[in-house]
């Protein structure tokens, strides 16, 4: 029913930034009808969440460790999802999921395929 697919992961140092993209597509796909987010899963470890927003892009939620640092945003328009990421640390390194929950779901349903970001010292 849906696809997504993440892109603009790669290999950065700390300090930089990366611009993460999400394309949504779907014959059933209504950015209105869905909540969208970031998650990640560095080697080892469990997938964490890390941003979240609303249908209509007026409400977000972010992990602690990336607050002030990450920027989630979306364009239903394009059913494009975004994740601006600032000041990027080694503790950044992960594959990112892009992640879609239509407004009837309690959790996530749709995942993309991820994307690697790597952050080097």
């Known amino acids: 029913q849906v696809q997504l697919v993440e892109s603009g992961g790669g290999l950065v140092q700390a300090g930089g930034s990366l611009r993460l993209s999400c394309a949504a597509s779907?014959?059933?796909?209504?950015?209105?009808?869905?909540?969208m987010g970031w998650f990640r899963q560095a080697p080892g470890k469990e997938r964490d969440f890390v941003a979240s927003?609303?249908?209509?892009?007026?409400?977000?939620r972010y992990a602690e460790s990336v607050k002030g640092r990450f920027t989630i945003s979306r364009d239903n328009a394009k059913n494009m999802l975004y994740l601006q990421m600032n000041s990027l640390k080694p503790e950044d390194t992960a594959v990112y999921y892009c992640?879609?929950?239509?407004?009837?779901?309690?959790?996530?349903?749709?995942w993309g395929q991820g994307t690697q970001v790597t952050v080097t010292s």
């Open positions: 992640a879609a929950r239509p407004v009837s779901a309690p959790e996530f349903k749709y």
């Open positions: 779907g014959r059933t796909f209504n950015g209105y009808n869905m909540a």
């Open positions: 927003i609303y249908y209509s892009g007026d409400a977000t």
